[in-house]
Structure formats: C-alpha cells, structure tokens
C-alpha cells in the first residue's frame, strides 16, 4: 500500500454515506478532517443516492458543520439529464420519489414525466416505491421501443440499522419480471460523474474518499486517481484482502488519512 502527497493534492471527492456519516449520525474524525482542511482543499460531495434533493444533501452537511455550497455536489442525475437531451429523450415514465422527480424536472424542465408515449424508463432510488410504478414500468419495458436507465448500480444503500434495497436490488427484480437490463447506468463507477472536477484539475490533484469496493474504488480506479479506502462504512479488510488492485491507502475513517 502507498501513501499519498498531500502537496500535490488540490481537490478531494468525498462519497457521503459510510465516508462523512452514517445515515444522520456523523462520522466525528472525517468531519473534523474536512473543517481542518476546509480552505486549503476543494472538497466535492459525491452520493449516487438518488432518493433526496442535491439541496437536502448540502443542509445536512451544514448541520454538521460542514460549509458545503450546492456547486460542490456531484450526482448521477448531472450526466443522466446529458444523456437524455444527447439522445433527444422528451418523455420519460420515472420510477424515482417526489425529491427525485422534482430535482430532475428543475434541470430539465423540457422533459414531460408522464407514463403516455414514454420514450424510456428511468429509475432511481425510489424509497416511495409502490406496486402501481413497478407494474406500469414494467409494461412499459415490454414494448421494444421503451429504454431503460437507471441512475446508479448500488445493491444496497448503508443504514444505522443495515443495508436496504438500492437500485442495484430492484434491478433483479426488473430483470427476473421483464428480462430487461438498463441499457445505460450512471453514477459510480462510471466516470462522466467526475466530468465538474477534471473541467478544473488534472488527476494527479485529485484524491478519493470512499467505503465502497464496487463503485467508489472502481470510479478511482476508472478516473486514474488516488483512492482512500475507510472502513467506517460497507468494506471491511477482509473484502479488501481479496481484490487484486488494492486502494492507495485504507484507514479507519478520513480523519485518519488525512494530516
């Protein structure tokens, strides 16, 4: 394992859940590490959470007292809402909660919500999930034409009391009653959520934060930048023993990483 230099460090991607907190209860030594290391670092906030406004996620690290601005947070609806006006997508039937719908309508108010003539189906973390979306969605995704995205790959999404259904859940269950898999799927690992930080810095300069092997390593390892291991979240050194890439350094939490 190698270590990082800090020197050459200007901007560090944190993911939130499991790296800044867990859930409402704040991780103590990370959050003492970004106020340290507040006006000497560009932080950016990264959660492929798709169940709560970029807003909600700002005023929850405020609580903590963490200065967060909305320009510092990274989200998969950013390269989602890309993609969509790329492919001249104007209809959408969106599996996703009211905080979802209403982010996603504010970056792209062109785009009607609405299950008549849907040209894709779009699903996100939906903790308002019903019986009535996943069977009209899963018409939907009988007919051919209909596409299908989805805004992250997560499986499980970390609590206080344990993992609960993500997206990457609720895709098994599309898959087994449609035989559908998204064509396209944003947020980690994929890099185009990192498109705001390389407009800025090369990767050299950039350094990530996470607690997850499947997406916050790989993203790293995907985007050719240094990546910080916590085990304050999903992974375990165990699970980290057994990949053959191994991250530039594991602590216990951010607080132990950074000076």
Known sequence: MNSIDWSRKRCVVLDL????????????????AIQRNWNRLDFR???????????????KLNRMGIPARLEQFLSPTTPL??????????TAYVVGNTLFKADLAGRMPELAQQ???AECVILAYDTELTYDKLSRSALLLQKPHVRFFAT???????????????VGSFLSLYETATGRRPEKIFGKPRTEVLAPVFA???PAAVVMAGDRLSTDKKLAENAGIDFILVLSGEATLEDVRKEERQPTVIAETLGHAMP
């Open 81 to 90: 809402v890309d993609y969509l006006r790329s492919e001249g997508i104007k």
């Open 200 to 202: 800025e810095y090369p």
């Open 45 to 59: 906030f990264l959660s492929n959470n798709t169940s709560h406004s970029p807003m909600s996620y700002v005023e």
């Open 17 to 32: 859940d499991g790296t800044v907190y867990l859930g409402n209860i704040p991780i103590s030594p990370s959050v003492e």
């Open 152 to 166: 992250h790959p997560d499986l499980v999404c970390p609590s206080p009391e344990g993992p609960l259904p993500d």
């Open 115 to 117: 299950e008549e003539g």
